[in-house]
């Protein structure tokens, strides 16, 4: 689809339109391509869609789509799922009832690239995970561990994201040091540094787009007190990025500017 002419995005926020769109592709395009899911692909969608269920700090029709959806995945004892038995599920339609559903098609906003290939579903999927993280560690009495939600990314991703070479880059680095992470907010700070580790391999390719060029995020415009200077070398205030990314990536940083 042709992307909308509308007014630049604000880069300090986060929105809704983009996460919901993120839910939508990734529950209906992306596993959408296996016709019957199973073995390692039904555990990654089960822990992809329980920790949405948990931390997706979504609108009540959304959180009540997504428990919806958990609470039926979990009930599923078989070894295999056809995508036709989670497409009725997803659709959710119940006599009489307004269907609680997500909306049918995909809004970029802050992801919304300056032609079509750029940005878009790949932008979404990265901020979904990265608000997941932070919310995380806003809700500890819910969580299973520190891995809960690096570990149904990591889930995700190898079994379901679409450009597989993405996929390979981001399992090899959570195999180096994934299981390292002993909390939650060190779990929040992986998947910060292993993003910018992503756009520094990026930057000056040609998956850039020229107006949104790759950078070490957040920069110093953003967050003055993240960035530091040691021995006339850059560094990180790590407590400084971590103060930052749980008010980036809260509840009251997202938007609702254009979901329908
Ligand atoms: P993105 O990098 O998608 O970032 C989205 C938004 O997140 C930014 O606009 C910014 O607001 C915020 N952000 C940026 N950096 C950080 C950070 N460090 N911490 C927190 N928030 C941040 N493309 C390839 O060509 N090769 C690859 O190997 C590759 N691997 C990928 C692996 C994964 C798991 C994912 C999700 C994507 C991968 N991509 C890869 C796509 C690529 O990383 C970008 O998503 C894509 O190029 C779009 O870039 P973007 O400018 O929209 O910003």
Not at 23 to 31: I, Q, S, T
Not at 97 to 123: D, I, K, M
């Amino acid at each position: 689809t042709t992307p909308t002419p509308r007014r630049a995005a604000d880069r300090s926020k986060v929105y809704m339109a983009d996460l919901e769109s993120a839910l939508h592709y990734a529950l209906r395009v992306e596993v959408a391509r296996f016709s019957v899911l199973t073995g390692e692909r039904v555990r990654a969608l089960k822990d992809f869609v329980a920790v949405l269920a948990k931390y997706f700090p979504g609108r009540p029709f959304v959180r009540n789509f997504l428990r919806s959806v958990d609470r039926w995945l979990r009930n599923v004892r078989e070894s295999s799922i056809p995508y036709s038995a989670l497409e009725l599920v997803l659709t959710n339609r119940k006599e009489g009832q307004a269907p609680a559903v997500l909306s049918n098609n995909v809004t970029w906003v802050g992801c919304q690239g300056s032609e079509p290939h750029f940005r878009g579903y790949p932008c979404s999927l990265w901020t979904l995970f990265h608000l997941l993280t932070v919310q995380a560690t806003r809700h500890r009495r819910l969580g299973t561990g520190p891995l809960e939600v690096l570990g149904a990314m990591r889930g995700y991703v190898r079994s379901f994201f679409g450009c597989r070479e993405c996929a390979q880059h981001f399992e090899g680095m959570a195999a180096e040091s994934m299981d390292k992470v002993r909390r939650v907010d060190e779990a929040a700070l992986w998947l910060w540094s292993r993003h910018n580790r992503v756009n520094a391999r990026l930057a000056g390719t040609e998956t850039e787009d020229p107006q949104f060029p790759k950078l070490q995020w957040p920069p110093p415009e953003l967050c003055p007190p993240c960035h530091g200077v040691v021995n006339r070398r850059h560094v990180w205030d790590e407590v400084a990025v971590l103060r930052f990314l749980k008010a980036h990536f809260s509840p009251a940083n997202i938007f609702l500017d254009y979901t329908e």
